[in-house]
């Protein structure tokens, strides 16, 4: 990591803002068990040592949290991807160092977890998963040359948009073992997002003009890690046409809400380039929040098509 340039000297400033916020962390987060959400007691062998394989019937999930829990566990799967870059940009040493560990060893848990709850209770086709698992990762995850100062600012929204991600999911499976399984995880989130948000609070008072520009380009770029996951797009129109994460969730739930936490809108300390990165931002910020609505018109329109031919569109 160039020392010489002047996001690495922003990250080497919040060296004790992270060493701070990883103390409340640690503070904060609760110890949980993966084997505790899980119903054992619903297990049995598959064929391989005598018993049944899957077959569809076997689910309790319809298609929508079927596509939901496929993705938000791919996507959990391509951990030693995500550490490689945090490790990468944020490096093993001191505050830094430990945060990564600790936020690889949280995030650990949520595959666990998501894997024994649906092989357990055949809610998908645990061949077809193991299969995506291993395509994934061989593929991995290359967030490309993002900045350091990038970084943290990606993660702020990625973690926020996991967190709504997993607690809808919960809401849409209809099963209150896999709801409540979702709500712990996405309570990590929740603790990991407070986390970045933090550091990029920190980093705009250090240096507004850098922070604010990388806060805009990681904005108006921002994909979800597991875009280049077998079959994503498909998944995720399924999901957004249940509302479990849509453009207008984006916009409200997780893009508005930090941006008013660092109040980007209300700050008067950015120069030229802070300033046109403000704007680049602003005008991104109108077309999404129209373009967000739009697609919840189209969506209550389909709704109201099923709903006249008797059918119940999925919803959350």
């Not at 020392?3 to 987060?29: F, G, K, Y």
């Not at 240096?207 to 604010?212: G, H, N, Q, S």
């Not at 380039?273 to 373009?291: H, N, P, S």
Request: no cysteine.
């Amino acid at each position: 990591m160039p020392q010489t340039s002047p996001q690495a000297a922003v990250l080497t400033e919040l060296e004790p803002v992270v060493a701070e916020n990883l103390d409340r962390h640690i503070r904060m987060a609760k110890e949980w068990h993966p084997h505790d959400y899980v119903p054992w007691d619903e297990g049995r062998n598959f064929a391989f040592l005598g018993g049944e394989d899957w077959s569809p019937e076997q689910s309790r999930l319809d298609a929508t949290a079927k596509a939901a829990m496929f993705v938000n566990l791919l996507t959990e799967d391509n951990l030693p991807s995500y550490h490689r870059e945090i490790a990468t940009r944020f490096g093993r040493d001191g505050a830094w160092g430990q945060w990564v560990g600790r936020w690889t060893a949280e995030e650990g848990r949520h595959g666990i977890a998501l894997r024994d709850y649906l092989v357990v209770t055949r809610g998908v086709d645990p061949v077809e998963l193991e299969r995506a698992r291993m395509d994934y990762m061989t593929t991995g995850y290359d967030s490309g040359d993002k900045s350091p100062l990038e970084a943290v600012a990606y993660v702020s929204f990625q973690e926020l948009a996991t967190r709504v991600s997993h607690r809808n999911t919960g809401r849409a499976t209809g099963d209150p073992v896999a709801d409540k399984l979702l709500a712990r995880i996405a309570t990590d989130e929740n603790l990991h997002m407070i986390f970045y948000r933090n550091l990029v609070t920190a980093a705009f008072d250090i240096d507004p003009d850098e922070t604010m520009k990388a806060v805009a380009t990681e904005v108006m770029n921002f994909e979800m890690p597991g875009a280049n996951m077998a079959n994503f797009r498909k998944n995720s129109t399924i999901i957004a046409k249940a509302g479990i994460y849509d453009l207008r969730l984006h916009h409200d739930e997780v893009v508005a809400p930090i941006l008013r936490t660092w109040k980007v809108f209300d700050r008067s300390d950015f120069g030229p380039e802070g300033e046109q990165a403000r704007e680049r931002l602003a005008e991104f910020l109108t077309g999404l929040d129209a373009q967000a609505t739009r697609f919840v018109e189209s969506r209550e329109r389909m709704r109201a098509r099923m709903a006249a031919k008797g059918e119940t569109p999925v919803q959350v």
